[in-house]
């Protein structure tokens, strides 16, 4: 009988052709009827999505319907697997469905969903512009389309603002190198928000945090240029505007106020860290665009000391720069210095290294 021949072996007698035909329209008619019921499935709701998929691969390994109508069911599986959130199972059996019917819109739909899906931007969009060439009128894929072109577009905006800001802030690591500026853990934050220097023209232009060690009260200079001097920005703050307000007794006056910064205290950080730091605020934050550290580029700790403290006063005729530079000063995160008066009771305490920033 036919039903016991070999898949390769062909009829010999008009009995046998009458069995395989007989055989071939039963799993013909098996096939539809999976495909009719997984159909079905597909509209009961999710929770029959996985005996919807039961059925299109049954109705499949009938290996009995046409090509046309088989890429059907592989683009019927490729919709329930992209329901179900299997776009990479999507995307296979939508490409399998193109193979078996190059003019199935709706599999280079299903594809072109499913890599967009998975961030195959480019494969989307050639999924998109096939679909289209058999069907140009095609509404869904045109809006798919223009939805896949502007992904891209918003991604390489995207990547030119993580580019432009990851030069930019290895520009500025370079120029910290160059002027051998040691650049610690950022302090006072919430003071300082994510300010950091800019460079221009190859000039370094810092934000500087000020406080008043009596109070911590706090003030800034936002764009401290290194060549400048420290007099010539007192000498503006100074010269303008009514005395501070919690300032009673006028101590702090341009001629009483000197200038310090905490010597040899902070948390001297590697270039990768330093690098870190800079792209804080900028689109190139999430990236991880360093290399392994080498040798010598490893962070340095070196903590606050626990006998006094030891403050260094500033020569207000010095620019930025030649403080900066200083062997025994880190930079946290951006200059920061003290504001005494040589006139508050204050100063003594101060002078003395025993008091503590808070």
């Known amino acids: 009988m036919a039903l016991w021949m070999d898949d390769h072996a062909h009829p010999k007698t008009e009995s046998e052709q009458a069995d395989l035909d007989a055989i071939a329209a039963l799993k013909e008619s098996a096939a539809i009827e999976l495909k009719e019921q997984g159909n079905q499935y597909v509209k009961m709701g999710k929770k029959y999505y996985s005996d919807a998929i039961d059925c299109y691969t049954r109705a499949i390994n009938q290996k009995i319907l046409s090509d046309s109508d088989s890429s059907i069911l592989f683009s019927n599986r490729a919709h329930v697997n992209f329901l179900l959130g299997n776009y990479r199972r999507a995307l296979t059996d939508a490409e399998d469905a193109i193979r078996l019917c190059s003019t199935n819109v709706k ?12 961030g195959l931007l480019l494969e989307a969009t050639s999924f998109c512009r096939k679909g289209l060439e058999v069907l140009p009128t095609n509404e869904d894929m045109k809006k798919l389309l223009k939805q896949i072109e502007l992904k891209i577009e918003e991604d390489e905006n995207r990547k030119a603002q993580v580019s432009k800001a990851l030069g930019a802030a290895k520009d500025i690591v370079c120029a910290l190198e160059i002027r051998h500026l040691k650049m610690g853990k950022a302090v006072y934050q919430e003071l300082t928000g994510v300010r950091k220097p800019k460079l221009e023209n190859n000039i ?30 007192l000498d503006m703050m100074y010269s303008e505007g009514p005395p501070l307000p919690w300032d009673k007794e006028c101590f702090y006056i341009r001629a009483a106020i000197e200038l310090y910064y905490e010597a040899e205290s902070g948390f001297l950080l590697s270039n990768k860290e330093v690098l870190r730091h800079m792209l804080e605020g900028t689109p190139g934050a999430l990236t991880e665009p360093f290399e392994e550290e080498q040798d010598g580029d490893s962070s340095h700790n070196s903590s606050s000391p626990s006998g006094p403290r030891k403050w260094v006063k500033v020569d207000e005729r010095k620019t930025l720069h030649d403080v900066l530079k200083k062997d025994n000063y880190i930079i946290p995160g951006i200059p920061v210095f003290y504001i005494v008066s040589t006139r508050s009771q204050f100063y003594k305490e101060f002078q003395s290294g025993k008091w503590t920033p808070p």
Not at 109 to 117: E, G, L, P, T
């Open 204 to 233: 370094l232009h810092w934000p500087v945090l000020l406080l008043y060690a009596e109070v911590m009260s706090s003030d800034f200079i936002e764009d401290f240029c290194e060549v400048d001097t420290f007099s010539a920005h």
């Open 107 to 118: 599999a280079y739909y299903r594809a072109a969903k499913a890599a967009f899906s998975l």
